[in-house]
């Protein structure tokens, strides 16, 4: 069962939540080929986030869910994702989550279970 935090929550909590299974509640932006959690769209994304590491995350949602066109961002859903905490200073993002145990994604019409 994962412990369901808000990324300001997990972030705050830093070394305490590594290993750990969590729920995390926010908004998924996806640009390029990174996919990040977020609390707050208007702050500093990679310094405020947590990075989803799946590498084949957004070929998994393209096929779910229809991408937004001709923004700054692919995606940009409000979510809950469950995975484990980990972090790598090397991303320039401290906190990831790995090894998803799921994804969902809430639009505005629907909600879509990812992973």
């Known amino acids: 069962m994962c412990m369901r935090l808000g990324v300001d929550e997990v972030l705050h909590q830093g070394n305490d939540l590594v290993g750990k299974h969590?729920?995390?509640?926010?908004?998924?932006?996806?640009?390029?080929?990174?996919?990040?959690?977020?609390?707050?769209?208007?702050?500093?994304?990679?310094?405020?986030?947590?990075?989803?590491?799946?590498?084949?995350?957004?070929?998994?949602?393209?096929?779910?869910?229809p991408c937004l066109i001709g923004g700054k961002y692919l995606y940009r859903e409000d979510v809950e994702v469950c995975g484990r905490i980990s972090?790598?200073?090397?991303?320039?993002?401290?906190?990831?989550?790995?090894?998803?145990?799921?994804l969902s994604v809430k639009t505005t019409d629907m909600r879509v279970e990812i992973v």
């Open 22 to 65: 969590v729920m995390v509640y926010g908004v998924m932006l996806v640009r390029d080929d990174e996919c990040y959690v977020v609390a707050n769209v208007e702050r500093d994304f990679r310094a405020n986030a947590i990075l989803l590491g799946d590498s084949n995350l957004i070929s998994k949602l393209l096929a779910k869910v």
């Open 87 to 102: 972090y790598d200073e090397t991303q320039g993002c401290t906190a990831r989550l790995v090894e998803l145990k799921s």
